[in-house]
Every structure is written in structure tokens, then in C-alpha cells.
């Protein structure tokens, strides 16, 4: 009997992944000298671990802000705080309300927003923010906005009102962008 060299593989593959270590047991691993970025792991994942600590999730979120390999630049805000900062700075606030478990959401996180297009038209226009809409703050977000599809992306004003609601995930940034602003302009056309 013949056995095929690559289902042996993949087999042994398999198993080497069912054993892996959990993420914070890794990260508890770090050369105190080493940050979040020198550990060369994949961001998006290990902020959307389970394992990852609260601080940890903050401490990424951090780094997303300030590192120009994230050009939109999502804070670390309560939903109140963005709502604040907004009105100061005359902005609306935008929402990337996820799910740790979406594709289609880590497809965006990946591939759209850390682009020059979107991050630039976000952060001129934008208060962003990002919630996991299963934890935290995401369940009052889910409820007040009427959540059931992910991703969704919330424009909304600095006194909480809802402008507009952005449903599902695009390939392409300037798509993205210009889907933004059609919806914005329906939305404003329709007051």
C-alpha cells in the first residue's frame, strides 16, 4: 500500500497545531526588552486573542495608533470619550464594530484600513474607534445601534445620533472610501 507524502504531512501538521501553546503563554515568553512589534507576531490576532490580557489589548491598540504600518488610526476610547473628543475636534465618530470570530472583519483590519486612502480620509474626518461587539461596551453599541451583521461601521454624530450605517466588507479601499462617502451624502440628502 502506497502512502501519499503530502496527507503525511499534513496529517503531522495537524497535530503540531492541536499542541500549540496559548498566545499568552507566549507572550509571557518576551524579552522584557522586546516590544509588540519586535515580537514579529501577527497583530490583528493576537489583539483579537482570547488569551491576550486587557492591557495587552490596550497596549496594541496603542501601537496601532502611533505605528505608520496603521494608517488609520483607531483609539483607545470609551464610546463617551470618542463622542467628547469628536465635538472638540469637530468630527463625527466612526465605529469598526466587529466580532473576534468574522473573517470578513480581519479581511478589513488586514487589507483596508492600514491603507494611505482610507487612512487618510478617516482620521481627517473621524473620531475611530474599534469594539468587539460580543464584550464590553459592544453589547450597549449592538443594542442602542441595532447590530446584527458583521462588519458594520457606524458614523455617528458627537451627540450619539446615528448618520449612517455601513454593512459588510469591501476589497478595495477607495471602494470602502467611496461607499463611506455615498452613504454619508444619503444620509445627509435625506434629513
Request: charged share 30%; net charge neutral; glycine share 4%.
Amino acid at each position: 500500500m502506497r502512502i501519499n507524502k503530502s496527507l503525511v504531512i499534513l496529517a503531522v501538521a495537524m497535530c503540531a497545531c492541536s499542541n500549540q501553546e496559548p498566545i499568552e503563554s507566549y507572550d509571557n515568553k518576551l524579552d522584557s526588552k522586546q516590544t509588540i512589534q519586535e515580537s514579529k507576531g501577527n497583530y490583528l490576532r493576537r489583539y483579537y486573542s482570547r488569551y491576550m490580557k486587557p492591557e495587552q489589548k490596550k497596549e496594541l491598540i496603542m501601537e496601532m495608533s502611533t505605528n505608520p504600518k496603521y494608517v488609520t488610526k483607531f483609539q483607545y476610547l470609551t464610546l463617551q470619550d470618542a463622542f467628547d473628543k469628536a465635538a472638540e475636534e469637530g468630527k463625527r465618530v466612526f465605529i469598526n464594530c466587529h466580532t473576534e470570530n468574522c473573517g470578513p472583519c480581519r479581511m478589513m483590519e488586514k487589507n483596508i484600513f492600514p491603507s494611505k486612502e482610507c487612512g487618510d480620509y478617516l482620521n481627517s474626518n473621524f473620531v475611530c474607534i474599534s469594539k468587539d461587539i460580543e464584550k464590553g461596551e459592544g453589547d450597549i453599541i449592538k443594542d442602542r445601534y441595532k447590530i446584527d451583521i458583521y462588519p458594520t461601521y457606524l458614523i455617528l454624530n458627537p451627540d450619539g445620533t446615528e448618520v449612517c450605517k455601513i454593512i459588510g466588507a469591501v476589497s478595495d479601499a477607495n471602494k470602502f472610501v467611496n461607499k463611506l462617502k455615498e452613504a454619508i451624502e444619503k444620509a445627509e440628502e435625506s434629513k
